[in-house]
């Protein structure tokens, strides 16, 4: 779950930065879970808010 | 001597990685600033519905347009970037990479780079070696909200908020992102088979968003009272035409950053050329262009417009359609040119959108018309006259595709279809679910009343058909 790196220098050489992503879970399987989140949580949201909706119509 | 000489050469090559840096955080900076000038179209866009927005719904239709622009971004980020890089050669040839004459595009491809779960993933986030990505998804993402917020208009004041969400969903991470791929990339089989060349997206983005519109708008029925037993139609005026003239006005500005995100800069390794700026398809374009044909088409949008309407709503559409009529030629119109052909379509904007009024359809805004008709006409127009000029840049073999009337007709059918039929489906299915039409027993008391925990005016100002109090 932490960042992927110990130390900046390590991802920088003669040639710069090296191409890779630099985030919180980079290189893991956690991006793709933090989309599965996502993506559950919008649907549920746009479940629950049609049913506010057409509570607001009856 | 020898000393001198690898001293200067180390020093030349420390020069140029210093002008390498430059040029790179230069792009970057470029593409960075059109987003939020692409964020003042959605001021622009939600001003000017709020205003043709009667006082007691004008809450609603500020939720509905802001709810449109963040999940058309958020679902752009999930899947709409996957479509635009799979899809160019689909259907004509394989979905496989390199299948396209550019092999920037196809199934593998775009899972490399544009997904963002596994190794695609780092181009999809934080990556110190990677400028573009990010800017360039950030510039496609508010075009994809722009798509949603041109057809948002149009539907006001009785469409159910989630139903339009759905649609919007539909329209700026699907519809409009096929219409990009097959014509607004060098792989696309539109501009690779047919030379079909629309640099500022007039079809794919404006036409593909109104007609979109006007499939919802077949479903979804007009508002209660626009029409009378005999079918003529009753002019139902928004609360605020100011707010709606300066929305658009914003409009207008944003759309010079929506523009300049259509070129592509020089010098990156994704550039087509070391020193030429270009057009998404490689042919040479300058934001000295832009300049020249941007103003001058958005000055004879409001004069075309002004001579037989004199209102100020349809001179600052006939400005939005002034530069949607020449979007697709900006790269290869003369100055003067432009002005004859934004003159033109504000001159027809108004007899259009009468027209569409006589068949029943209630479009609010005028978007089917302003975008969408506009829009097929700003592409096909280029074919007239830029037939024979060369449709992909230097690196493709000579006389390989050129813009042709018939390949810009073709573009023009497919634009429509893009954008109608989805429009259609989709809004049907959401009717079919009952979640479209707001009843009318709700829109006669007012959306905002309703649903909406918050008052647009404390003062109490409330519409003169409205009970709500």
């Known amino acids: 779950m932490g960042y ?22 980079a290189g893991s399987s956690m991006p793709g879970w933090y989309t599965v989140i996502a993506s559950v949580m919008l649907v549920a949201i746009l479940v629950k808010g049609n049913n506010d909706e057409q509570d607001h119509y009856k | 001597m020898e000393d001198q000489i690898l001293a200067l050469t180390a020093e030349l090559a420390a020069v140029k990685s210093a002008a390498q840096v430059t040029n790179t955080m230069f792009a970057e900076a470029y593409y960075y600033l059109t987003i939020p000038l692409m964020v003042l179209i959605h001021a622009g866009f939600l001003l000017y519905e709020m205003g043709q927005t009667r006082v007691k719904n004008v809450l609603s239709s500020g939720i509905k347009n802001l709810l449109a622009f963040a999940f058309t971004i958020v679902t752009f980020y999930l899947f709409g970037w996957w479509f635009y890089w799979a899809l160019p050669t689909f259907p004509v040839t394989s979905l496989a990479a390199g299948a396209g004459y550019m092999e920037i595009s196809g199934l593998a491809y775009a899972s490399a780079i ?3 779960w596994g190794d695609s993933a780092q181009y999809m986030g934080p990556n110190m070696a990677d400028h573009a990505s990010g800017v360039f998804w950030g510039a496609f993402a508010l075009f994809a909200a722009t798509t949603a917020s ?16 759905i649609c919007a969903i539909v329209l700026g991470s699907f519809a409009w992102v096929v219409a990009a791929a097959w014509g607004w990339h060098a792989d696309g089989w539109l501009v690779t088979q047919f030379g079909f060349h629309d640099f500022g997206a007039a079809g794919l983005v404006h036409a593909v968003a109104g007609f979109f519109a006007l499939g919802i708008l077949v479903n979804l029925g007009p508002r209660v009272g626009k029409f009378n ?23 207008i500005v944003g759309f010079f950053g929506f523009l300049m995100a259509c070129i592509i800069l ?55 359609a002034g530069i949607i009529s020449v979007a697709s030629g900006l790269d290869v119109y003369f100055g003067s040119h432009v002005i004859i052909i934004s003159l033109v379509a504000g001159m027809i904007l108004k007899p259009c959108a009468d027209w569409l009024e006589s068949l029943g359809i209630d479009d609010a805004v005028g978007a089917v018309t302003v975008h969408g008709t506009i829009g097929l006409f700003g592409v096909v127009v280029l074919g007239v006259f830029g037939s024979g000029i060369p449709g992909l840049g230097a690196f493709a073999p000579e006389g390989t595709v050129a813009i042709s009337l018939y390949g810009q007709i073709v573009g023009a059918v497919v634009m429509f279809l893009l954008g109608f ?11 079919k679910a009952g979640m479209l039409r707001i009843p009318e027993s709700v829109q006669i008391k007012g959306l905002d009343a309703v649903k909406v925990p918050a008052q647009a005016y404390p003062e109490s100002m409330v519409s003169d058909d409205s009970d709500s109090k």
Not at chain 2, 150 to 165: D, F, K, M, P
Not at chain 2, 278 to 301: C, D, E, H, K, R
Request: with cysteine.
């Open chain 2, 150 to 165: 041109i057809a948002s208009g149009a539907l006001i004041e009785r469409i159910q908020t989630v139903g339009w969400v």
């Open chain 1, 4 to 25: 992927f790196a110990e130390s900046f220098a390590e991802l920088y050489n003669a040639d710069g930065w090296i191409d890779m992503g630099m985030y919180i879970g």
């Open chain 2, 266 to 320: 020089p010098g990156e390794g994704w550039s087509w050329y070391a020193d030429q700026g270009t057009t998404i398809y490689g042919t040479p374009m300058t934001l000295s262009a832009l300049a020249f044909n941007v103003a001058l088409a958005a000055s004879g949008g409001i004069i075309g417009a002004w001579v037989f309407t004199k209102d100020p709503f349809w001179m600052m559409s006939g400005c939005l």
């Open chain 2, 229 to 251: 037993a005999d079918g003529t139609a009753n002019k139902i005026s928004g609360h605020n035409l100011p707010l709606t003239i300066t929305g658009l006005m914003l409009i």
């Open chain 2, 421 to 431: 039929v989805p429009g259609y489906v989709v809004s049907w299915l959401v009717h």
């Open chain 2, 114 to 116: 544009a997904l963002p």
